[in-house]
Nanobody, 119 residues
Framework: QVQMVESGGGLVQPGGSLRLSCAAS????????MGWYRQAPGKQRELVAT???????NYAASVKGRFTVSRDNAKNTVSLQMNSLKPEDTAVYYC?????????????WGQGTQVTVSS
């Protein structure tokens, strides 16, 4: 059983910063991709940022230049530094880890952490 546990959400004013962290535990050796997704009320879940085990990153256009994703392969952790936050960043943020074993790809998700950007 693999668990992804997020931390770091909360309420912040526009222009502020937050850092989200996610730690994986259980029977997992490695994730070839880790990242963050978010879901705002009434909207579909969308990609925020991903990072491969080799360090290649990918960002949604709406967060590029403001958010930074990083990971520690040895610890199976992934973090998201969010700067210059905007009200439209308000959403539940989900950590994701994707593994591939013998050709089978499996996604693991955290329970979600609320980020609210409001004055």
């Amino acid at each position: 059983q693999v668990q992804m546990v997020e931390s770091g959400g909360g309420l912040v004013q526009p222009g502020g910063s937050l850092r989200l962290s996610c730690a994986a535990s259980g029977r997992i050796s490695s994730f070839f991709v880790m990242g963050w997704y978010r879901q705002a009320p009434g909207k579909q879940r969308e990609l925020v940022a991903t990072i491969t085990s080799g360090g290649t990153t990918n960002y949604a256009a709406s967060v590029k230049g403001r958010f930074t994703v990083s990971r520690d392969n040895a610890k199976n952790t992934v973090s998201l530094q969010m700067n210059s936050l905007k009200p439209e960043d308000t959403a539940v943020y989900y950590c994701n880890g994707r593994s591939r074993v013998l050709g089978v790809t499996t996604d693991y998700w955290g329970q979600g952490t609320q980020v609210t950007v409001s004055s």
